[in-house]
């Protein structure tokens, strides 16, 4: 064991053996070994009973910056994440303006991040009709995969594809290793009329059924059988295609798929009519939707739960109109991703292994960063959350630290509240305080050592 510089000691820390009581001994930013009994003479910070376990990694976040910054930008986006006990994001390549399809627009994001990062931060591409040719630069450059849709991505910069020209993305990624990220909605029948008027969100909900995820879930296994590319299915609504994703799985494809806070939380009959905030694609639907995609984490046909953070400016909700139909389709959640999973996650009789699992682990595994995120072991990154799985808070607006205040989970009680954040062994949050100084760094390269 090599000297440490500091410790951090509590009764509950998860270890790759399970929770115990221990030290993590963390030296250069490095976690320096897990023991119980320190070396005699370096400080401890002493987390008595609360949780000490690994940072969370949300790769699905979207930053907006540069270029829509209003919206939400790296400070911010960064603080709010620490805040949340995040000690990983991984961007996405909209709605920024440049969008990240280009390698001078990942030049661009990258000078976007200077001085602003409060945790590491690493970075998605985008595929888009025509850009195929462009697409290895951005892998040379760092990106650790692309997303992509295949139905208007709500900002026209970021254009669908269309089969034709994943045709000629999917080789291109399977070659290099790279996963390929669906927005997986696939416009098919009648289009919906909104018989109810824009506030109904029963309008809403029919306006992106369920079929539409079941559709594009077809195609992209289909064609992650013929390329061999990795496909991964991003904020998973529609429980109907957890039969085809475990089936298509059991032949051997790569396929893995993620869910959000906001559907394993909410429920459509729950939310009132005229409430943008719940506003996002595909959309949060019924109870008995909500209870299938708790099934399928539980068994593992749902391989993690990131924030899908997507914010906008207050005016682009349409709050006092109430207008489902006008308003931004995103949800702001970044901060409260690990208060809002632990609270369902424990009605339902899940442990701390499986969350950190959940919003930990497998992300990190995802993101290829899985040789230094995502476990408190030797050698890994001293990213490290402390926080308290049994006291309880209700979001009041001066708590939130995203850029703008609007989010479903402002005035909802949620089980469990961060303490600390640790960030490679810096403390960049501490009982609601921001350190000096951010402590992030980008992320880029293939993550391997
Ligand atoms: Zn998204």
New binding site residues.
């Given amino acids: 064991m090599s000297k440490a510089q500091f410790g951090i000691m509590s009764r509950r820390v998860l270890t790759p053996e399970g929770i115990k009581q221990a030290i993590v001994l963390i030296e250069n930013g490095k976690i320096a070994g897990v023991t119980d009994s320190p070396p005699a003479g370096i400080p401890i910070d002493d987390a008595g009973d609360n949780v000490v376990m690994p940072g969370l990694v949300d790769c699905?976040v979207?930053v907006n910056e540069p270029g829509r910054t209003e919206w939400e930008g790296f400070e911010t986006a960064t603080r709010a994440a620490a805040a949340g006990g995040i000690t990983t994001i991984v961007d996405?390549p909209l709605n920024s303006d440049p969008v990240t399809t280009t390698l001078p627009a990942l030049e661009a994001k990258f000078e976007g991040t200077e001085n602003k990062l409060w945790v590491d931060t690493a970075f998605w591409g985008g595929v888009v009709p025509g850009n195929a040719g462009l697409l290895e630069s951005m892998i040379d450059a760092g990106v650790r995969g692309f997303k992509c849709f295949l139905i208007h991505s709500g900002i026209n910069d970021f254009p669908n594809v269309t089969e034709a020209d994943l045709r000629l993305a999917m080789p291109i990624l399977a070659q290099r290793g790279v996963p390929l990220l669906v927005?997986a909605e696939l416009e098919c029948g009648e289009p919906c009329e909104w018989e109810n008027g824009a506030r109904s969100y029963k309008s809403f909900l029919k306006s992106r059924p369920r079929r539409w995820e079941n559709e594009a879930i077809k195609l992209m296994i289909d064609l992650a059988r013929e390329y061999r590319t990795a496909v991964h299915i991003?904020?998973l609504s529609s429980s109907d295609a957890i039969p085809l994703i475990a089936g298509a799985r059991r032949t051997g494809i790569s396929l893995s798929v993620e869910t959000c806070p906001h559907y394993l939380t909410f429920a459509a009959e729950e939310i009132a009519d005229g409430d943008p905030r719940f506003k996002c694609a595909p959309p949060i639907r019924e109870r008995e939707n909500r209870e299938k995609l708790w099934s399928a984490l539980q068994e593992g046909t749902i391989d993690f739960v990131v924030s899908?953070h997507?914010p906008c400016t207050p005016e682009l909700k349409f709050l006092s109109e109430g207008d489902l139909k006008r308003a931004w389709g995103g949800i702001s959640s970044l901060q409260f991703g690990l208060s809002s999973v632990w609270t369902e996650a424990c009605k339902r009789g899940a442990s701390i292994e499986d969350l950190s699992a959940w919003m930990a682990r497998k992300p990190a595994a995802f993101a290829k960063l899985d040789d230094r995120k995502g476990r408190l072991a030797l050698g890994y990154d001293a990213d490290i959350v402390v926080w308290s799985p049994e006291q309880k808070q209700t979001i009041e607006r001066s708590m939130i630290h995203h850029r703008h205040k609007i989010t479903p989970y402002d005035g909802r009680e949620l089980l469990g509240v961060v303490k600390q954040t640790y960030v490679r062994g810096n403390k960049v949050f501490d009982s609601g305080k921001f350190a000096m100084e951010p402590a992030g760094q980008r992320i880029v390269g293939t993550g391997r050592r």
Avoid: F, P, Y
């Fill in positions: 699905h979207h996405m927005h991003v904020h899908d997507s």
